[in-house]
């Protein structure tokens, strides 16, 4: 997919030496074509790292997509650049009149807290309720996906005793449904989290489905029975190190902290990690632009969000 994005964004020069198709704004005002309009709300702390796995993500499809990027204005972030904010991110202010075919909500280190103590709940609350009528389609990822679950169905999420960190195997509960068409019977998916959905509280629902489950690291993918909101309670964006650095930062706090399942060959750290999620992710993204995105979203963008 060529991906439309800002020329001088960090992203733009790591996804064009990885020879992924990047359009520049000039060549994309010169097609005869809408563009998927993708509006990207990035809760972690680490942004730039996050833009680029995940814009990573959303450029191998044959379609044109121009993606925004959004930041809550309740929240003080520590880790990125003023001044990369400020270029490359606009707030829910500047773009509540304005509609998407699609959003998707990263994840958040604040799994432990109450939905209702993390400081840009309410903020996050409103976005969410003005999706209901200015977005086609909103992908959830991991706690953005356990917020997601929470604020539109009511489903809670729970405690672990530890940390739920690796990559774990999955099989598919609806084999059928085109999000995971192409997947394998098995497949990998890296977590990261203190906190769980639990598969039986979305199965009582009417208004959901469970799409793939693990047996150690419980539900994956969960969606909407409409297809308005789809939640991923992993992290299949993640490169190879994620894990890793999220493991040495952990351990240079002086956090207890077991080594990431199923991801360093023979459980040593001086060992590379192996790459077992990638191709499963890629479908992933893929298979929700084309299928909830792009094949059903309105050509008039300004009925994007409209219910039948």
């Not at 964004?9 to 030496?17: F, K, R």
């Not at 191998?60 to 990125?80: C, F, G, I, R, Y």
């Not at 996906?145 to 405690?159: D, E, F, L, N, T």
């Not at 902290?257 to 893929?286: C, K, M």
Request: proline share 6%.
């Amino acid at each position: 997919m060529p991906i439309r994005i800002p020329d001088s964004l960090p992203a733009t020069a790591a996804l064009e030496a990885e020879n992924i198709f990047v359009m520049t704004e000039f060549r994309a005002m010169h097609q005869d074509i809408r563009p998927l309009r993708l509006l990207l709300l990035n809760l972690m702390p680490t942004k730039i790292t996050t833009e680029t796995q995940i814009l990573r993500k959303l450029s191998n499809t044959p379609l044109q997509v121009e993606v925004e990027l959004l930041q809550t204005v309740s929240h003080d972030a520590k880790n990125t650049a003023a001044e990369h904010l400020e270029a490359f991110y606009t707030t829910f202010d500047a773009v509540r009149d304005q509609h998407f075919d699609g959003l998707i909500i990263t994840g958040a280190p604040v799994e432990q807290l109450e939905f209702e103590e993390v400081d840009y709940w309410d903020e996050l609350c409103a976005i969410m309720e003005w999706s209901k009528t200015h977005v086609h389609s909103t992908l959830h990822i991991c706690w953005g996906a356990q917020a997601g679950i929470y604020y539109h169905y009511g489903v809670p999420k729970h405690g672990l005793p530890e940390k739920m960190f690796g990559v774990f195997p999955h099989r598919l509960v609806k084999r059928t449904s085109p999000l995971v068409r192409g997947f394998d019977d098995e497949f990998w998916a890296p977590h990261s989290r203190f906190t769980e959905v639990r598969a039986a509280d979305i199965e009582v629902h009417p208004d959901l489905e469970l799409i793939a489950v693990s047996d150690e690291a419980g539900v994956y993918v969960a969606k909407s029975v409409d297809s308005s909101n789809f939640f991923v309670f992993g992290h299949p964006e993640y490169d190879r190190e994620t894990l890793a650095a999220e493991y040495d930062r952990d351990v240079a706090r002086g956090e207890a902290r077991a080594l990431p399942a199923h991801y360093y060959p023979g459980d040593d750290p001086a060992n590379e990690p192996v790459s077992t999620w990638f191709s499963h992710a890629q479908l992933l993204y893929t298979n929700w632009l084309n299928y909830y995105v792009y094949q059903t979203t309105p050509y008039d963008i300004t009925r994007a969000g409209e219910k039948d």
